[in-house]
């Protein structure tokens, strides 16, 4: 991985500046690589360098395309997941400069703590923990999923195309705090979905209680059912695929 030294981004103007976008008609609000827009002209290399943003990011990958690494953790998947960053957070995409390319139904929410100044999504915030990634999980979403995140993003980009009036902080506010909404009902989903994946498991095996099962798993390999699996879906390293 490259050893240049990180990115810092602030500002909304400074992301799309990057990558080949007119300034923003909002400054604090933005929708950017979306499938249905112009492609990226990325105006520096950013492949394999860590990017220390300032901003939220909420971002729809189809999981074959470029690959980030948030912290310590690689998120992929085909099926289409979303990932989280907030500000702070190091982000190193990696891959190769062609996988920059979106297509699909991919996009990316971008914006500035100060969009949440003076409304009640300010003192919520707290309860979205998919932003701290204290779960080390993307977010996997069923097709119904997507198509509601896809359509309620476009509302997003659609308000923040306009210069912002006095009634804008109360509407931004608003949708984001559905788009939130909506993350939580997904990630409840796909808890569930892999609960019930767990016990069944653990029946098959001859346990009578799935707790027996990861109290064993855990005792033969250091790490519960889940951590296993989330590092055998990793991918695997040029050096980690010839070994």
């Given at each position: 991985m490259s050893t240049r030294g990180a990115l810092r981004l602030g500002s909304i103007e400074q992301i799309h500046g990057l990558i080949g976008r007119p300034p923003p008609a909002h400054p604090l609000v933005s929708v950017i690589?979306?499938?249905?827009?112009?492609?990226?002209?990325?105006?520096?290399?950013?492949?394999?360098?860590?990017?220390e943003s300032g901003l939220y990011v909420i971002s729809?990958?189809?999981?074959?395309?470029?690959?980030?690494?948030?912290g310590r953790q690689v998120h992929d998947g085909q099926a289409g997941i979303?990932?989280?960053?907030?500000?702070?957070?190091?982000?190193?995409?990696?891959?190769?400069?062609?996988?920059?390319?979106?297509?699909?139904?991919?996009?990316?929410?971008?914006?500035?703590?100060?969009?949440?100044?003076?409304?009640?999504l300010s003192d919520a915030m707290h309860q979205y923990r998919f932003f701290g990634y204290a779960t080390h999980e993307a977010?996997?979403?069923?097709?119904?999923?997507r198509e509601t995140f896809t359509g309620l993003?476009?509302?997003?980009?659609?308000e923040s195309s306009v210069p912002p009036d006095a009634f804008a902080p109360d509407v931004l506010s608003a949708q984001l705090q559905l788009l939130f909404t909506?993350?939580?009902?997904?990630?409840?989903?796909?808890?569930e979905v892999r609960a019930r994946a767990a016990s069944a498991v653990a029946y098959a095996l001859?346990?009578?209680?799935?707790?027996?099962?990861?109290?064993l798993f855990r005792q033969k390999t250091g790490q519960s059912p889940g951590e296993w699996r989330r590092g055998a879906q990793r991918?695997?390293?040029?050096?980690e695929t010839s070994a």
């Open positions: 690589a979306a499938s249905w827009q112009e492609p990226l002209r990325i105006e520096i290399p950013i492949i394999g360098r860590p990017i729809l990958k189809r999981g074959d395309e470029c690959h980030a690494e948030f979303i990932v989280f960053a907030s500000p702070g957070q190091v982000i190193t995409p990696i891959g190769g400069e062609s996988e920059l390319a979106h297509e699909g139904e991919g996009w990316t929410v971008v914006f500035h703590p100060d969009v949440l100044r003076d409304t009640p977010l996997h979403l069923t097709r119904p999923e993003v476009r509302q997003l980009e659609r909506y993350c939580q009902r997904a990630y409840a989903r796909q808890l001859g346990f009578e209680h799935p707790q027996h099962f990861s109290k991918p695997r390293t040029r050096r």
